[in-house]
């Protein structure tokens, strides 16, 4: 039985890591591996339900303390019940979005040192390769005005938070791959889904091949 391999894809909104995702599962698939494709919040039962919290409707009245507890309330669960027993099977797991989301997206007040602590003690899990899709706010945007235009309902974040906000979390995303240059790595996200895809399949060559 193979060995589990744990992947992360992380980046803005907009930056298109979920269609790669995606991509990669189905290309892992086809060279024999068993895929769990999954997604944070979420991805558990119990995850999904704290993601309703979290994300549905105004997002509920959270202090950003009750939020990283939240998060990582739904970490610990997806953990549990779906990403460990994967990798002990030997199936690779992708998720969209982690523990690098926390940090990007939560890590920016004075929680940083919490967001580890939490991370360190009741998760204790990291991923083998981390990927970043690395995209201007601009670029992300428009991609995801694009999105928008095909999906009435769907949420637009952007017009919530606006291009300073995701240029902060494009900052935070650098910071992360600069610190764990082993674990991450940031990959052009401009282009078109195949010329992206064709980075993704190079920052994996030596976990999974050509
Ligand atoms: P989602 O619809 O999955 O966004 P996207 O399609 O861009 O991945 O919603 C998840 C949102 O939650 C997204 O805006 C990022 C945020 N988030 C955090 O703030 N902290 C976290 O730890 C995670 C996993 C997500």
């Known amino acids: ?68 507890l939240l998060f990582t309330a739904a970490r610990r669960d997806h953990v549990e019940k779906i990403i460990r027993p994967a990798l002990e099977r030997g199936q690779v797991v992708i998720s969209d979005r982690y523990i690098d989301s926390t940090r990007a997206y939560q890590g920016k007040g004075d929680l940083a040192a919490e967001i580890e602590e939490l991370h360190a003690r009741l998760i204790g899990l990291d991923p083998v390769r981390t990927l970043i899709y690395d995209l201007s706010p601009e670029d992300a945007r428009a991609r995801a005005d694009r999105r928008a235009a095909g999906a009435a309902s769907r949420e637009d974040r952007f017009e919530r938070r606006g291009v300073a906000f995701q240029g ?8 992360i791959a600069a610190a764990e240059p082993a674990r991450v ?5 401009s282009g078109t889904a195949g010329q992206v895809f064709a980075r993704t399949c190079a920052a994996l060559e030596d976990l999974i091949g050509g």
Do not use: C, N, Y
């Open 1 to 68: 039985m193979p060995d589990g391999l744990f992947l992360t894809v992380e980046g803005i909104d907009g930056a298109g890591k979920s269609t790669q995702a995606a991509m990669l599962a189905q290309h892992l698939r086809t060279k024999g591996r068993e895929v769990v494709l999954t997604r944070e919040p979420g991805g558990s039962p119990g995850g999904e339900a704290i993601r309703r919290l979290l994300v549905e409707a105004d997002g509920g009245d959270w202090s950003a303390t009750t939020e990283l």
């Open 168 to 175: 902060g979390l494009r900052s935070a995303f650098h910071e």
């Open 185 to 189: 790595r940031l990959i052009d996200a």
